[in-house]
């Protein structure tokens, strides 16, 4: 199985491979004569053509291979291509590869235009999609850290979730930047300490970015539980759970992948080693999950309890409301890709992980901070305040200049 994301760079890395094994088994024959006897002028040496392996045999013998085992690259074929050995050296092919193995159909000009046009407009799309999100998580940082009455356990949950998701979309430049900048670089075969670099601090930042929403869970559930009082001596677990848990798990990828798969820029994810991020980011989703189903029974519970006051109520249909608009947040529309392959609904997937994905700093920023009862009624308190400053000040100003 090849190891690509891509499936130009699966024939790249083919041939790669196998031009590799032909190469290590020259040197071996070299090192310790595989064939007694044999020599330049008594037989043909192990050779690479470019496509296949030749293996060493004696003047007047030949072998014979079949074509290369690529999906969807060439076409199941039972043509062998053969090469005698001659004294003055292998021969030609016969068939020529062009003609014993024919290429599988390939789309059109057309075709490939559309597919790079689909793809620019994807990255033009998420890269606004971030840019806002960015735009809108440091505004949201600003104003939760400037107003002092808004320093709470509850809000500094807050400003680490926004940083999680600041540090995807600058993971994603990031990403995009020391892999894409320079279209004379070859991906496939990219292995670089940057590009490895860029991928671990893109795979820790998606990571803590599903635990932080998993804290984001984990504090509703406790409010409610707690009957809306928190205790500060929490935050120091979330901020474990937040930031600890996907620093250890990128720790033992990276160490994992420099021991056992030190291939290529570590960005495909037909590896097994790919399991390490995967599961952990799985496992929070579907604990996120459970969290929204047990929180919304929750609610569902106090709403109809005859014992709570209109004025509670209505604060829970708040909550419940809060809680169905946060269903994105807890990444419930992931699970609808958990389980599957890769390599299956890849264009609902790109738009679902990119396009989406993308704004979803901005929709966290709006629903946490902008759209805050509370965070308005401090902003308009304080703009308040601000304008008697101003009119103060002027009228001092213009009393000093009249009784000057």
């Not at 279209?183 to 893109?202: G, L, P, Q, R, Y």
């Not at 604060?315 to 390599?343: C, D, N, W």
Request: proline fraction near 3%.
């Amino acid at each position: 199985k090849v190891r690509a994301t891509h499936p130009d760079c699966s024939v790249v890395l083919y041939f790669q491979e196998r031009e590799a094994e032909c190469l290590e088994m020259i040197r071996s024959e070299r090192q310790t004569s595989a064939l007694p006897g044999l020599s330049q002028q008594q037989g043909c040496l192990t050779e690479w053509d470019g496509v296949s392996c030749w293996s060493a045999v004696p003047v007047g013998q030949s072998r014979a291979v079949a074509c290369p085992d690529i999906l969807h690259v060439f076409k199941k074929s039972k043509a062998l291509i053969r090469r005698d050995c001659t004294e003055s050296g292998w021969s030609f092919p016969s068939p020529p590869y062009y003609n014993a193995c024919e290429l599988e159909a390939v789309g059109s000009n057309n075709d490939t235009e559309a597919k790079a046009s689909y793809f620019v407009t994807m990255k033009v799309l998420y890269t606004c999609g971030y840019s806002t999100s960015l735009a809108a998580l440091f505004l949201a940082i600003g104003i939760f850290s400037c107003f002092r009455k808004l320093h709470c356990t509850r809000n500094s949950i807050h400003i680490h979730f926004f940083t999680s998701f600041i540090l995807r979309g600058a993971a994603v430049f990031v990403k995009d930047t020391v892999l894409f900048s320079d279209e004379s670089v070859d991906h496939c075969t990219m292995s670089t300490v940057n590009c490895k670099a860029a991928i671990a601090f893109f795979q820790y930042s998606v990571l803590a970015n599903f635990y932080w929403l998993l804290v984001e869970g984990m504090y509703l559930q406790t409010l409610l539980l707690l009957t809306f009082t928190s205790d500060k001596r929490y935050i120091w677990w979330y901020i474990l759970i937040g930031w600890g848990v996907p620093m250890l798990t990128v720790c033992v990828w990276v160490v994992t992948r420099l021991q056992y798969d030190d291939h290529g820029c570590w960005d495909d994810y037909t590896s097994l080693y790919w399991w390490v991020i995967k599961a952990p980011i799985l496992l929070a989703i579907f604990v996120n999950f459970l969290i929204f189903l047990n929180v919304t029974r929750m609610l569902a519970q106090k709403i109809r309890s005859p014992g709570i006051s209109k004025n509670y109520k209505q604060q829970y249909m708040r909550l419940t409301k809060s809680t169905l608009l946060l269903i994105p947040l807890f990444g419930v529309h992931y699970v609808v890709f958990a389980l599957f392959p890769e390599h299956i609904g890849v264009d609902a997937r790109l738009y679902f992980e990119l396009v989406l994905g993308s704004y979803q700093g901005f929709l966290v920023a709006l629903l946490y901070c902008f759209l805050n009862g509370e965070v308005q009624a401090e902003i308009k308190r304080n703009w308040g305040k601000w304008q008697s400053s101003m009119e103060s000040n002027v009228f001092n100003l213009a009393t000093q200049d009249f009784t000057a």
